[in-house]
Structures are given as structure tokens and as C-alpha cells.
């Protein structure tokens, strides 16, 4: 069996009215709850590790000095308003 993945057995409670849905979509495309759970899990897992990877990748930036005040970033904040303010006016 080459390419297999080793799997593993998860069981959590869902509420009736998220069963309901999930069945839903499993009939319409034909497949399986335990599909339907695996791909949602896949995919959550990725997302919830990419998010982590960004909040490192600033407390790094910010233990290494690497930062903006909070009067500085309502700087620019401020003048990108002013400048998106100009070319909607252009626009018109």
C-alpha cells in the first residue's frame, strides 16, 4: 500500500443542526461524513498554522526592534486616507 497515510480516529460532539448541514452536503456530492470531517479538519488545521506562523513572524519582527508607535502607524494611516481621498476626487 504505497502512499498510504497513517490515520487516526477523532470523535468530537457536533450539534444536531451542524449534522443536519453536513449531511446535506455530503448527499449532494456523494460523500461520506468521515470524508466531509477529514477535509474540514485538513483544512482549518492549515489555516489555524498559517495564522501562527504569521503572529510569530511579528512578535520576531518585534523582539528584534523591528516596530512602528501607534502615533507613527496613525500617520500613515492618515496620509493614505488623504491620498486615496485625492484619486477618488480625480476620478470623478
Do not use: N, P
Amino acid at each position: 500500500m504505497a502512499g498510504m497515510t497513517k490515520q487516526t480516529v477523532i470523535s468530537a460532539r457536533v450539534d444536531e443542526e451542524t449534522v443536519a448541514l453536513v449531511d446535506e452536503i455530503v448527499a449532494a456530492q456523494g460523500r461520506s461524513r468521515a470524508w466531509f470531517v477529514s477535509q474540514a479538519v485538513r483544512e482549518h488545521a492549515r489555516r489555524e498554522a498559517e495564522f501562527l506562523a504569521f503572529v510569530q513572524e511579528g512578535l520576531d519582527a518585534a523582539s528584534a526592534g523591528d516596530w512602528i508607535s501607534h502615533e507613527d502607524m496613525k500617520r500613515v494611516i492618515a496620509e493614505r486616507r488623504a491620498l486615496q481621498t485625492l484619486k477618488s476626487a480625480d476620478t470623478r
